[in-house]
C-alpha cells in the first residue's frame, strides 16, 4: 500500500503544480484593452517638420510602431518624440500601432497635408484671399485710392455697426491698434494668445480686406510683457525665445496677414541717432541689449525664415520731420538689404508739421531705394498749444487740418505705384485717438467726429485722390 500511496501523493502534487504553474500566466494578461494616442505639432523653426509623440498609456508593456506616411515604411521601438520632414506637397497619414505583451493591438491615426508653405496647421492650408471685385458704385476713400487705405482698429470696435460700417466702406486694410502686439499675443513665457488678432483678421478676410501686422517687436512699455523685461535666462536663452517668438507668430498668421512691422522704433531720437540700447538713449531696447548690435537684422531673419512670402516692414516716427532720424533709419534699411520689403512711416504729425518737403523728401527717400513706402499711423493734431479746456476745432484749424491731410495724401499718391503699399489713419474717431492720453490734453486729430460724421479733415483726403 504504502507505494501505491506515494504514487497517489505524487500524481496529485505533478497535477497541482501544473496546474499552478498554467494559472500565474493567466493572471499575467493584461486585463484591459490598450487604446494608441499620440499629439503632433509643427516645429516652430520649420514649417516642413512635424514634431510626433506617442501619448498612449498603459500599465503593462507595449511596443510601438511608426508609419509616418513616407516611403521609408514603419519603424519599431523608438521612443520619444520623433521628428519627421515631410517635404513634398500631399497628404499623409501617419499610423501608430501599439501592440501589448498578450498581442492585443490598436492603432491610432492622424492625417498631414502639406502645401507649398509647409505643414498646415489643422489640416487647413490658407491662402491670401484674392482682393474683391468691387460689386457696388461706392464712393469711400478706398473706392478713391489706387494704395490700399488702412485703419486702426480693436476687436470690441468690429462689434460696434455703425464703426463697422464705415470701415467696409471706405478702408480696405486693418491694422490692429495694440491686441497684435507681444504682451497681447505671448503674455507669459508659455502661453501665445491670437484671439484678438484672429478675430481682427477673421473680420477683414470676411470683407475683403487686408491686414497689417503691427508689431512684433517693440522696446516700449506699452507692447512689452513684465517677463520679457525682467528675463532671467542666458541672452542665448533670450535670443530663442525671440525666434521661437516670431516664428510661432508668423506662421499663425501665415497666409491671412500680407505685411508685418517686425521691429518698431529701434532708433533713438538722441544725438547721432543710435540703435536704442540702454535708458541713455531714450528709452532703452531690451532687445537691443540681450541681442546685440545686430539685433534688428536677426529678427527680420527670423520673420523670413518662418514666412517667405510675407511682407517685411520697419516702422518708425518722426522720419520726416527729423533728418538726422530718416538718415539712421536709411542706414539700417541698406544693411538689411533683401531682408525688408518696406518701410512704414508713422505719421502722427501736425497741422502745421512737419513741412511738405520733408515728407516729399522722405518719400523719395524711399522710392529710390526700391521698397515699399508705408504712410502708418496717420493723425493730424491740432492742439498743439496744449490746450486743457479746448471743446473743439475752430474753423480755421479745421481747414488747416484738412490741408495738411490733403498734403499728404497727394504725396503719397504721387509715388510711383510699384512703391504703393497703404496708408494707415490710426483711429477713426477723434474720441478714440489714443494722443488724448499721451499728450493729456484734448485732440481731434482724425477723420470723424465722436458722433461718426465726417469732418473737413475727410474731404481734404478724398480731394487729394479725386481724379
Ligand atoms: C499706441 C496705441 O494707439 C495705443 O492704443 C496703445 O496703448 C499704445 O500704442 N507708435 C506705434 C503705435 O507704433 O503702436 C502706438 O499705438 C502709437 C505710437
Known amino acids: 500500500m504504502r507505494p501505491i500511496l506515494a504514487s497517489i501523493l505524487l500524481f496529485f502534487l505533478l497535477f497541482n503544480c501544473s496546474s499552478d504553474d498554467d494559472s500565474p500566466a493567466e493572471e499575467q494578461l493584461p486585463p484591459e484593452p490598450i487604446t494608441a494616442a499620440f499629439s503632433s505639432t509643427i516645429s516652430s523653426v520649420d514649417p516642413n517638420t512635424l514634431l510626433v509623440s506617442n501619448t498612449t498609456t ?6 510601438s510602431t511608426w508609419d509616418f506616411g513616407l516611403d521609408n515604411g514603419a519603424v519599431t521601438g523608438v521612443t520619444g518624440t520623433q521628428t519627421v520632414r515631410y517635404d513634398a506637397p500631399g497628404t499623409y497619414t501617419i499610423t501608430l500601432t501599439v501592440t501589448a505583451v498578450n498581442g492585443v493591438t ?5 492625417t498631414v497635408v502639406v502645401d507649398g508653405n509647409g505643414i498646415c496647421p489643422d489640416n487647413t492650408c490658407v491662402t491670401i484671399p484674392p482682393p474683391v471685385e468691387e460689386t457696388n458704385d461706392s464712393s469711400g476713400l478706398k473706392d478713391l485710392a489706387d494704395f490700399s487705405v488702412g485703419m486702426a482698429i480693436t476687436r470690441a470696435r468690429l462689434n460696434v455697426p455703425q464703426h463697422a460700417e464705415i470701415l467696409r466702406n471706405d478702408f480696405n486694410n486693418l491694422t490692429a491698434e495694440f491686441e497684435m502686439k507681444m504682451d497681447i499675443m505671448h503674455p507669459t513665457p508659455t502661453t501665445f494668445d491670437f484671439s484678438a488678432g484672429d478675430a481682427i483678421v477673421d473680420f477683414a478676410i470676411a470683407n475683403g480686406m487686408d491686414v497689417h501686422g503691427h508689431t512684433l517687436i517693440w522696446h516700449n512699455e506699452f507692447a512689452i510683457p513684465d517677463w520679457v523685461k525682467n528675463f532671467s535666462g542666458t541672452n542665448a536663452e533670450f535670443e530663442a525665445m525671440v525666434e521661437n517668438y516670431i516664428t510661432t507668430t508668423l506662421r499663425h ?19 547721432g541717432n ?5 535708458e541713455g538713449d531714450g528709452l532703452g531696447s531690451i532687445f537691443r541689449q540681450k541681442m546685440g548690435p545686430d539685433y534688428v537684422r536677426k529678427c527680420f531673419q527670423y520673420a523670413r525664415n518662418a514666412d517667405p512670402d510675407v511682407l517685411l516692414f520697419y516702422n518708425d516716427y518722426n522720419l520726416a520731420l527729423s533728418v538726422g532720424k530718416r538718415a539712421a533709419m536709411f542706414r539700417l534699411v541698406d544693411d538689411l538689404g533683401d531682408l525688408i520689403d518696406g518701410v512704414g ?7 502745421n ?14 522710392v529710390s531705394r526700391n521698397l515699399l513706402l508705408h504712410f502708418a499711423e496717420l493723425d493730424v493734431r491740432v ?15 479745421a481747414n488747416a487740418q484738412k490741408a495738411k491731410y490733403q498734403e499728404v495724401v497727394e504725396i503719397y499718391d504721387a509715388i510711383p505705384e510699384a512703391n504703393k503699399f ?33 469732418k473737413a479733415s475727410y474731404d481734404g483726403f478724398a480731394e487729394a485722390l479725386a481724379p
Not at 490598436?106 to 492622424?110: G, P, Q, R
Not at 501665415?254 to 529701434?266: F, L, P, Y
Not at 486743457?388 to 475752430?394: E, H, I, P
Open 58 to 63: 498603459y500599465e503593462f508593456d507595449f511596443t
Open 106 to 110: 490598436d492603432t491610432a491615426t492622424a
Open 345 to 351: 512711416a508713422q505719421m502722427h504729425i501736425s497741422f
Open 253 to 271: 498668421f501665415r497666409g491671412r496677414v500680407r505685411s508685418w512691422d517686425i521691429v518698431n522704433e529701434a532708433i533713438s531720437d538722441s544725438r
Open 422 to 454: 497703404a496708408l494707415t489713419v490710426w483711429g477713426l474717431r477723434d474720441n478714440e485717438t489714443w494722443l488724448t492720453d499721451f499728450w493729456r490734453v484734448p485732440e481731434f486729430p482724425l477723420l470723424f467726429d465722436a458722433n461718426y460724421n465726417t
Open 353 to 366: 508739421s512737419p513741412s511738405r518737403s520733408r515728407i516729399q523728401d522722405l518719400a523719395n527717400g524711399v
Open 274 to 278: 543710435p540703435l536704442r540700447n540702454t
Open 383 to 397: 492742439n498743439t498749444e496744449g490746450n486743457a479746456s479746448l471743446t473743439g476745432l475752430s474753423t480755421s484749424r
